[in-house]
């Protein structure tokens, strides 16, 4: 089991970075138990899942200690008190419209497909409203896009399943190394899902002092 990277901890609450391929929570079977909270577990008995990355997405999460601090923390995140943004590099040029690299929204519902699980899709029909807002990355590097790739920082409103990816995919601009979502073109151009959860700010569950945390891209 390797240690955890931790970037704060006190009596309600830790903050972790979690590796790419290491699952958030346990999945099914004896060879999915090995995890990010059963491993925060290990080290704080009374650590609680709040909320969760995707197996292959790496960067901040935030889970809480005890009941208490689980409710309020889940509140937080219910009511849009809490603000991620991510790094993702994205297939294809893709140009900012908005003068001096502002936020760009896509706003396309998303639901399950049930069908091809663990796939999300667009639906018109069946999707709930999902909001991810977008802009460039790193706009002052020479090297952050090319004709090929391109930088982005990426603000989930909402919540879905595979948002960011599905949103991503949906605009043309499909992730770098995603298995799901990307061709397998794309998906060679990357050795892992090229999507990181760079910040992470919320309020203490305790004194509502706001909180912001950063990890550095890895890629």
């Given at each position: 089991?390797?240690?955890?990277?931790?970037?704060?901890?006190?009596?309600?609450m830790?903050?972790?970075?979690?590796?790419?391929?290491?699952?958030?929570?346990?999945?099914?079977?004896?060879?999915?138990?090995?995890?990010?909270?059963?491993?925060?577990?290990?080290?704080?008995?009374?650590?609680l899942?709040?909320?969760?990355?995707?197996?292959?997405?790496?960067?901040?999460?935030?889970?809480?200690?005890?009941?208490?601090?689980?409710?309020?923390?889940?509140?937080?995140?219910?009511?849009?008190?809490?603000?991620?943004?991510?790094?993702?590099?994205?297939?294809?040029?893709?140009a900012?419209?908005?003068?001096?690299?502002?936020?760009?929204?896509?706003?396309?519902?998303?639901?399950?497909?049930?069908?091809?699980?663990?796939?999300?899709?667009?639906?018109?029909?069946?999707?709930?409203?999902?909001?991810?807002?977008?802009?460039?990355?790193?706009?002052?590097?020479?090297?952050?896009h090319?004709?090929?790739?391109?930088?982005?920082?990426?603000?989930?409103?909402?919540?879905?399943?595979?948002?960011?990816?599905?949103?991503?995919?949906?605009?043309?601009?499909?992730?770098?190394?995603d298995?799901?979502?990307?061709?397998?073109?794309?998906?060679?151009?990357?050795?892992?899902?090229?999507?990181?959860?760079?910040?992470?700010?919320?309020?203490?569950?305790?004194?509502?002092?706001?909180?912001?945390?950063?990890?550095?891209?890895?890629?």
């Amino acid at each position: 089991m390797s240690d955890l990277h931790t970037l704060h901890e006190d009596e309600h609450m830790i903050v972790l970075d979690k590796p790419a391929g290491l699952l958030a929570v346990p999945g099914k079977g004896p060879d999915k138990q090995d995890c990010l909270s059963a491993r925060a577990q290990a080290r704080w008995p009374d650590a609680l899942v709040v909320h969760r990355l995707d197996m292959s997405t790496s960067g901040l999460v935030v889970m809480a200690r005890g009941l208490d601090a689980q409710r309020i923390l889940g509140r937080a995140f219910e009511t849009r008190q809490v603000h991620k943004r991510y790094t993702a590099v994205v297939a294809g040029a893709l140009a900012n419209p908005q003068h001096d690299n502002g936020w760009n929204t896509i706003a396309l519902p998303i639901t399950v497909d049930w069908p091809n699980r663990p796939r999300s899709i667009v639906s018109a029909e069946l999707g709930k409203p999902s909001v991810t807002r977008w802009r460039l990355a790193d706009t002052q590097s020479p090297t952050a896009h090319t004709d090929i790739t391109t930088r982005v920082e990426l603000e989930p409103v909402t919540g879905r399943t595979h948002q960011l990816r599905v949103h991503l995919l949906a605009i043309g601009h499909p992730i770098l190394g995603d298995a799901l979502y990307a061709s397998p073109e794309q998906q060679a151009m990357a050795g892992r899902l090229l999507l990181h959860a760079h910040s992470l700010s919320l309020p203490h569950p305790l004194h509502g002092t706001p909180m912001s945390f950063h990890s550095p891209c890895p890629f």
